[in-house]
């Protein structure tokens, strides 16, 4: 058929994994099937036909597949959402092939491994959220080729090392939110840049320093900055 969306979030879809029925849609550009009871594994061998599809939203189900889904996806993905679903393993290589993609959202699973430096090749990335994940390893150097990035979190994972000094020259950065993590060392100078900032949150990592100088010229720049210097406790600097 030519059907070219399925929008059906919260309406009591229950069943194992996606209906194979949709891999006939060749036309679809959306899938939502957010919020609903669809459990078990996402076949992988569903999304070959769909090389039109561009968004793909499956948050709050209760999936149990890893993300090997993603080396069958149409390269057009804008949006990848399977936030709050009880998904495992690590990001395969292949969303390197994501170069569209703008939104990732894989919060509140059960994903581990490191990062892969594949995600660099994503250079329309806008937001990403990986919070309450089991994701190690340092930020890989690739990812300062996302320029448009307006809002990172990856909070509540085992991400250790520093800052990279690159992220305060991301032009349209306003929202860094890695609290309860693995990380240490300064804040960087490089922060001073960030002309659109307004969230920073870096509570319950290892010893970050060097942030009140930062902060100072931050407020100077947004009339409200959200901080948040230690688990569970944030503050409001109106300058």
Same mark, same amino acid.
């Given at each position: 058929?030519?059907?070219?969306?399925?929008?059906?979030?919260?309406?009591?879809?229950?069943?194992?994994?996606?209906?194979?029925?949709?891999?006939?849609?060749?036309?679809?550009?959306?899938?939502n099937?957010?919020?609903?009871?669809?459990?078990?594994?996402?076949?992988?061998?569903?999304?070959?036909?769909?090389?039109k599809?561009?968004?793909?939203?499956?948050h709050?189900? $209760?999936?149990?597949?890893?993300?090997?889904?993603?080396n069958?996806?149409?390269?057009?993905?804008?949006?990848?959402?399977?936030?709050?679903?009880?998904?495992?393993?690590? %990001?395969?290589?292949d969303?390197?092939?994501?170069?569209?993609?703008?939104?990732?959202?894989?919060?509140?699973?059960?994903?581990?491994?490191?990062?892969?430096?594949?995600?660099?090749?994503?250079?329309?990335? $806008?937001?990403?959220?990986?919070?309450?994940?089991?994701?190690?390893?340092?930020?890989?150097?690739?990812?300062?080729?996302?320029?448009?990035?307006?809002?990172?979190?990856?909070?509540?994972?085992?991400?250790?090392?520093?800052?990279?000094?690159?992220?305060?020259?991301?032009?349209?950065?306003?929202?860094?939110?890695?609290?309860r993590?693995?990380?240490?060392?300064?804040?960087?100078?490089?922060?001073?840049?960030?002309?659109?900032?307004?969230?920073?949150?870096?509570?319950?990592?290892?010893?970050?320093y060097?942030?009140?100088?930062?902060?100072?010229v931050?407020?100077?720049?947004?009339?409200y900055? %959200?901080?948040n210097?230690?688990?569970?406790?944030?503050?409001?600097?109106?300058?």
């Amino acid at each position: 058929g030519n059907i070219t969306k399925i929008i059906l979030p919260s309406n009591q879809l229950s069943g194992n994994g996606i209906p194979e029925a949709m891999s006939r849609l060749i036309h679809l550009v959306e899938i939502n099937l957010s919020v609903n009871d669809l459990y078990g594994d996402i076949d992988p061998m569903i999304f070959t036909p769909l090389t039109k599809l561009s968004y793909l939203t499956l948050h709050v189900c $209760q999936f149990t597949s890893n993300l090997s889904f993603i080396n069958t996806l149409s390269s057009e993905i804008i949006i990848l959402d399977v936030g709050m679903n009880k998904m495992t393993g690590e %990001i395969p290589n292949d969303i390197g092939r994501l170069t569209k993609l703008e939104v990732l959202y894989l919060f509140d699973n059960s994903f581990s491994g490191e990062l892969p430096k594949e995600l660099g090749n994503c250079t329309e990335m $806008q937001y990403i959220d990986i919070g309450l994940n089991v994701f190690t390893g340092q930020i890989p150097e690739t990812l300062s080729n996302w320029r448009n990035l307006s809002s990172l979190w990856f909070y509540d994972n085992k991400i250790s090392g520093q800052i990279p000094e690159w992220f305060g020259t991301l032009p349209n950065l306003n929202t860094w939110e890695s609290t309860r993590n693995l990380m240490d060392g300064p804040v960087p100078d490089s922060f001073n840049q960030l002309s659109q900032f307004k969230i920073l949150r870096l509570g319950g990592n290892q010893n970050h320093y060097g942030i009140l100088p930062i902060v100072t010229v931050l407020c100077r720049r947004s009339p409200y900055l %959200i901080i948040n210097l230690q688990s569970y406790h944030s503050a409001i600097l109106q300058i």
